[in-house]
Nanobody, 124 residues
Framework: VQLQASGGGVVQAGDSLRLSCVAS??????????MGWFRQAPGKEREFVAA????????VYGDSVKGRFTISRDSAKNTVNLQMNSLKPEDTAVYYC????????????????WGQGTLVTVSS
């Protein structure tokens, strides 16, 4: 499986942005599998943002994005989206998508397949 993230850009604080991640290649994705988003700001460790099971019934958010970000998936398009609202300068980071066998492993970052990052810059 290959993951391709897109949608990053430069926005102002308070703006919205939508990231997408498309899975391609050998895309046999079981309902229990999950996809998620992480981010890494300069000089900081990678941070979990959100994850969703392919079945769609289980969603987890990182504390810093709860109430502002919404993750969703389109199984027909093998795509996971991250709608980011009320962006803050501290949301500035490279955002990475990932896929893993279970949502628990995606959240902890273990046993994931990673995509390349997409840069989000939020100016104040």
């Amino acid at each position: 499986v290959q993951l391709q993230a897109s949608g990053g850009g430069v926005v102002q604080a308070g703006d919205s942005l939508r990231l997408s991640c498309v899975a391609s290649g050998r895309t046999f994705i079981t309902p229990a599998m999950a996809m998620g988003w992480f981010r890494q700001a300069p000089g900081k460790e990678r941070e979990f943002v959100a994850a969703i099971t392919w079945r769609g019934g289980n969603i987890v958010y990182g504390d810093s994005v709860k109430g502002r970000f919404t993750i969703s998936r389109d199984s027909a398009k093998n795509t996971v989206n991250l709608q980011m609202n009320s962006l803050k300068p501290e949301d500035t980071a490279v955002y990475y998508c990932a896929i893993g066998p279970l949502i628990s492993t995606v959240v902890t970052g273990t046993d994931n397949i990673w995509g390349q990052g997409t840069l989000v810059t939020v100016s104040s």
